[in-house]
């Protein structure tokens, strides 16, 4: 499929030859003009993929506790600003905040909102109008101080590179044209890189996090100096490993990642581990990771869902219940396995709401 984005990359091959992944990943979810999050919502029914957000009101509100204990793990310090990292519509910090006035009256955080989508702002200031949000185009310009971060969903859509392990050593993959340049395919750089010397057989993928190693470095270093915690939940491995997991969505479909560029969702699997030794370099501390489903229970979700079914129509119950299995299934069909929940801290935050030994 020819889009605008295509013929942009055409060009720019045909210049100065085959780009690797990441500059790929980049051009297709944020070019300001033809950008994946540039140009569309691509949340809900209507969209192309649904996050746990969208699918019950529970996983906010549960965040939202989560926020309120941490708050007060950090001794409730008063001037607390309260980040989320690509907030979608502004779904879970909505259901988190309904939820925080409940469990922490006292708190008033100052609300910020890393989002570089025009669209998806439009619907955060709709549904956050009553918090007076900041929004960022980065992490650069959040204020100093003490601060919690929420990050869900984000890790997994940061630009990635990949090798491919040959006899000769390590290539990295690159996108390149057809012979008659009317499509894109996947190919290797021309020598390989002798950085690299991983032992794997001949065949295996290699993923390097680069742009989520450097943003959590820089967070790490804030909350080392500033205080505070990130709470990250993604789908992803705890375990180094090799493997090609990048996917592409659209209309809730697998597509091929090269068809349509800027016309669908790109992602890969979160490497937790190498998120957490990033983190642990830069002088935080690690909670986790652990599966969602067992953090969501450690938070209360069996019995936060049975008091919405206590007043609910069996139809309601039915959603609720439908809602429950779906975050933490851990088959295929559920997101209980697949996606991870890992917490960063200031050292002095030995435990954190749901990551804690008594969460385990």
Request: proline share 8%; with cysteine; glycine share 10%.
């Amino acid at each position: 499929m020819t889009t605008p984005l295509f013929t942009l990359l055409r060009d720019e091959i045909l210049a100065t030859g085959p780009i690797p992944l990441a500059r790929y990943m980049d051009l297709c979810l944020g070019h300001p003009v033809h950008g994946y999050y540039r140009t569309r919502d691509p949340l809900g029914a209507a969209g192309d993929f649904v996050t746990a957000p969208e699918i019950s009101q529970m996983f906010g509100e549960l965040i939202g506790v989560w926020i309120a204990a941490a708050w007060g793990a950090m001794g409730a310090p008063a001037d607390l600003a309260l980040v989320e990292l690509g907030p979608g519509r502004g779904t879970l910090m909505a259901d988190a905040l309904r939820a925080l006035a409940r469990a922490a009256p006292t708190l008033r955080p100052a609300l910020h909102l890393v989002e570089t989508s025009p669209v998806l702002r439009a619907a955060q200031a709709e549904r956050l109008s009553g918090f007076a949000p900041t929004w960022h185009e980065g992490l650069a310009t959040l204020p100093p101080g003490p601060a919690l971060v929420v990050a869900n969903e984000f890790f997994d859509a940061l630009p990635v590179r990949q090798f491919q392990r040959t006899a000769r050593g390590w290539f990295e993959r690159c996108i390149g044209l057809s012979p008659d340049a009317d499509r894109l395919v996947f190919g290797l750089a021309a020598e390989p890189d002798p950085r690299i010397d991983a032992p794997a057989p001949v065949g295996a993928t290699l993923t390097l996090p680069g742009a989520a190693l450097d943003t959590v470095r820089d967070l790490a270093r804030r909350l080392v100096r500033d205080g505070g915690a990130m709470l990250a939940i993604d789908y992803g491995h705890a375990r180094p490993g090799f493997g090609d997991s990048l996917q592409a969505v659209a209309g809730h479909r697998f597509v091929d990642p090269l068809a349509a560029p800027g016309e669908a969702d790109l992602t890969t699997h979160v490497d937790f581990s190498a998120l957490a030794r990033a983190a642990a370099g830069a002088g935080a501390r690690v909670h986790g990771p652990i599966d969602q489903r067992d953090f969501l229970h450690a938070l209360g979700l069996r019995a936060r869902a049975e008091r919405l079914s206590a007043n609910a129509t069996p139809q309601q119950a039915l959603r609720i219940a439908t809602a429950v299995s779906r975050l933490t299934d851990p088959a295929r069909r559920g997101m209980g396995s697949l996606f991870k929940v890992m917490a960063l801290s200031n050292p002095a935050l030995q435990d954190l709401p749901g990551l804690s030994a008594e969460g385990r």
